[in-house]
């Protein structure tokens, strides 16, 4: 089974379009808490409440990097995608941190941030724009089909 890590921005339903073409393929997804608040609150949902943002941040953070780095380290490929409406940094650190570890990386993103992303992009075994071209690189994986 072919275990992919889908990381990035959490605003659209870019997932769900992979998750859904994949279907039949020999595939299992993972991903980070798609759930913003849940996201942000974790750490002082599980450690404890702290009064100061920026602690409360953090701690969530770190909770955060334990789930992400497991899971990109469990991953044969992780897809990290770039939306169009916020910055992602998060995103540009498991690029890295995919990239670091030796993974297949595909960068998921629009035209619009082929400058900004370039030593993302080139540290990818593929950059798409569409999250169908991340199905059918996936399809081809497996089974070495293109596209019909």
């Keep these: 089974m072919l275990k992919v890590y889908l990381s990035g921005e959490i605003h659209t339903d870019w997932r769900e379009q992979i998750i859904a073409g994949a279907d039949g393929l ?6 980070p808490v798609t759930d913003h608040g ?26 955060n990097a334990i789930r992400t780095r497991k899971g990109i380290a469990d991953a044969d490929i992780v897809v990290v995608r770039f ?12 690029a890295g941190y995919a990239a670091a570890l030796g993974k297949s990386l595909i960068v998921l993103h629009g035209p619009d941030h082929a400058h900004a992303l370039k030593e ?29």
Excluded: M
């Excluded at 020999?26 to 991903?31: K, L, R, T």
């Excluded at 939306?83 to 498991?94: L, P, T, V």
């Excluded at 993302?120 to 596209?147: F, H, K, M, N, W």
């Design 26 to 31: 020999d595939v299992s997804f993972n991903s």
């Design 38 to 63: 849940a996201s942000d609150d974790c750490g002082v949902a599980i450690l404890g409440p702290e009064t100061d943002k920026f602690w409360h941040d953090r701690k969530g953070a770190q909770v």
């Design 83 to 94: 939306g169009e409406q916020y910055k992602q940094w998060n995103a540009a650190f498991d």
């Design 120 to 148: 993302a992009d080139a540290a990818a075994l593929a950059v798409a724009s569409e999250p169908e071209q991340v199905v059918q690189i996936l399809r081809y994986v497996l089974t070495g089909a293109l596209p019909t």
